[in-house]
């Protein structure tokens, strides 16, 4: 048994921002397949598409992409790596998919993981504006070079470094200590 089935009349699955229906699930199963990280069609459906096509898929201004599913008359959508993790384990992970290489269309199982929303957040090339990730600048009234990382809510600095190579990769050393294999 899976810790996530609820006992309920109809089973569902907690994911982490949305329960999805079994008979939902039930549908994406009998719908698609995983083929080398691809979503695939696992079966001959409407509009054309037939076993083995790719399924077509939106994507997010972050990178990410999501899938679509007619059933009943309605659209769902569902996020794409969640959909291959859960192909491929046959249970809705129960956190966060993570891409290992940063590579939001990288969806191949072995570059996926499950994390906490912390773990996600140090496994990111850029920041929340967009700009490349540096956790380091320089103090304009000394010249040195200040270096944080945030891990488990708390904030760990270094200051006083003297060249800007020093702190880049004082960085990368500080975040390989504080979150290990999510750096």
């Given at each position: 048994?899976?810790?996530?089935?609820?006992?309920?009349?109809?089973?569902?699955?907690?994911?982490?921002?949305?329960?999805?229906?079994?008979?939902?699930?039930?549908?994406?199963?009998?719908?698609?397949?995983?083929?080398?990280?691809?979503?695939?069609?696992?079966?001959?459906?409407?509009?054309?598409?037939?076993?083995?096509?790719?399924?077509?898929?939106?994507?997010?201004?972050?990178?990410?992409?999501?899938?679509?599913?007619?059933?009943?008359?309605?659209?769902?959508?569902?996020?794409?790596?969640?959909?291959?993790?859960?192909?491929?384990?046959?249970a809705m992970p129960?956190?966060e998919i993570d891409?290992?290489?940063?590579?939001?269309?990288?969806?191949?199982?072995?570059?996926?993981?499950?994390?906490?929303?912390?773990?996600?957040?140090?496994?990111?090339?850029?920041?929340?504006?967009?700009?490349?990730?540096?956790?380091?600048?320089?103090?304009?009234?000394?010249?040195?070079?200040?270096?944080?990382?945030?891990?488990?809510?708390?904030?760990?600095?270094?200051?006083?470094?003297?060249?800007?190579?020093?702190?880049?990769?004082?960085?990368?050393?500080?975040?390989?200590?504080?979150?290990?294999?999510?750096?």
């Amino acid at each position: 048994d899976h810790p996530l089935w609820l006992s309920l009349d109809r089973c569902l699955i907690m994911v982490a921002m949305k329960i999805i229906p079994q008979d939902q699930l039930e549908a994406i199963q009998s719908s698609w397949a995983v083929v080398d990280g691809v979503l695939v069609w696992a079966r001959n459906a409407g509009g054309g598409k037939k076993l083995g096509d790719p399924v077509g898929f939106s994507s997010r201004k972050n990178g990410h992409r999501n899938v679509f599913l007619w059933r009943s008359g309605k659209l769902y959508g569902y996020v794409y790596a969640r959909i291959v993790w859960f192909l491929h384990h046959g249970a809705m992970p129960d956190g966060e998919i993570d891409h290992i290489n940063c590579n939001p269309l990288d969806d191949r199982v072995e570059n996926l993981r499950v994390v906490t929303r912390e773990q996600n957040m140090w496994n990111t090339e850029k920041s929340r504006t967009g700009e490349l990730k540096r956790g380091y600048w320089q103090d304009s009234r000394t010249g040195k070079y200040h270096v944080q990382v945030q891990c488990n809510g708390k904030v760990h600095g270094l200051y006083g470094i003297a060249t800007e190579d020093d702190a880049r990769i004082a960085r990368g050393k500080l975040a390989s200590q504080l979150h290990g294999e999510y750096t």
